[in-house]
Antibody, heavy 115, light 111 residues
Framework: EVQLVESGGGLVQPGGSLKLSCAAS????????MHWVRQASGKGLEWVGR??????????AYAASVKGRFTISRDDSKNTAYLQMNSLKTGDTAVYYC??????WGQGNLVTVSS | QPVLTQSSSASASLGSSVKLTCTLS???????IAWHQQQPGKAPRYLMK???????NKGSGVPDRFSGSSSGADRYLTISNLQSEDEADYYC?????????FGGGTRLTVL
């Protein structure tokens, strides 16, 4: 059974940093691109970014709204993907989901940016 | 990049059928899409992948009541014999080599 478990969310002040983790199991993590998707309260889904596999040079891509502030990385030895969020804004407040493909979603992790 | 358009809301009676629409932007009418269901307070759940031909592949455990179809740039999700647990937000999604794009979602109310 595929499982994606996010952790690391919480309350952070504007301008601060936070790092989310996504622990994966039940599939070949090293062979899968990993994506992050977020959802502000009462709003729709917004793609944040992705990281490809080692075979694809761990290439990353980001939404314009987070480019230059967020960084996605992965540790294939730990079957874990990460989302490093810097220079956080109140508009980044959302539930953050990791996904391994279109078919698998984590349970989500709330990030609140507020003073 | 493609844009996906969905109606913001839909409603149908318990036991009836409903057809939700997702429209691909001009120049992207051949794109494959996915449908996801998000029940209140839960993470999204993958329902199916749907091609422009109308061929679809459902996720594990998705009831037979859920089906997909296509016509031109329109992609449809049909839910038959509506149940109370089908009341949820439904999102379509597509992708290219660099990004994933979501529609705005349709909130389905089961009357």
């Amino acid at each position: 059974e595929v499982q994606l478990v996010e952790s690391g969310g919480g309350l952070v002040q504007p301008g601060g940093s936070l790092k989310l983790s996504c622990a994966a199991s039940g599939f070949t993590f090293s062979g899968s691109a990993m994506h992050w998707v977020r959802q502000a309260s009462g709003k729709g889904l917004e793609w944040v970014g992705r990281i490809r596999t080692k075979a694809n040079n761990y290439a990353t891509a980001y939404a314009a709204s987070v480019k230059g502030r967020f960084t996605i990385s992965r540790d294939d030895s730990k079957n874990t993907a990460y989302l490093q969020m810097n220079s956080l804004k109140t508009g980044d407040t959302a539930v953050y989901y990791c996904t391994s493909s279109i078919a698998y979603w984590g349970q989500g992790n709330l990030v609140t940016v507020s003073s | 990049q493609p844009v996906l358009t969905q109606s913001s809301s839909a409603s149908a009676s318990l036991g009836s059928s409903v057809k939700l629409t997702c429209t691909l932007s001009s120049g992207h009418s051949t794109y494959i899409i996915a449908w996801h269901q998000q029940q209140p307070g839960k993470a999204p759940r993958y329902l199916m992948k749907l091609e422009g031909s109308g061929s679809y592949n459902k996720g594990s455990g998705v009831p037979d009541r859920f089906s997909g179809s296509s016509s031109g740039a329109d992609r449809y999700l049909t839910i038959s014999n509506l149940q109370s647990e089908d009341e949820a937000d439904y999102y379509c999604e597509t992708w290219d080599s660099n990004t994933r794009v979501f529609g705005g979602g349709t909130r389905l109310t089961v009357l």
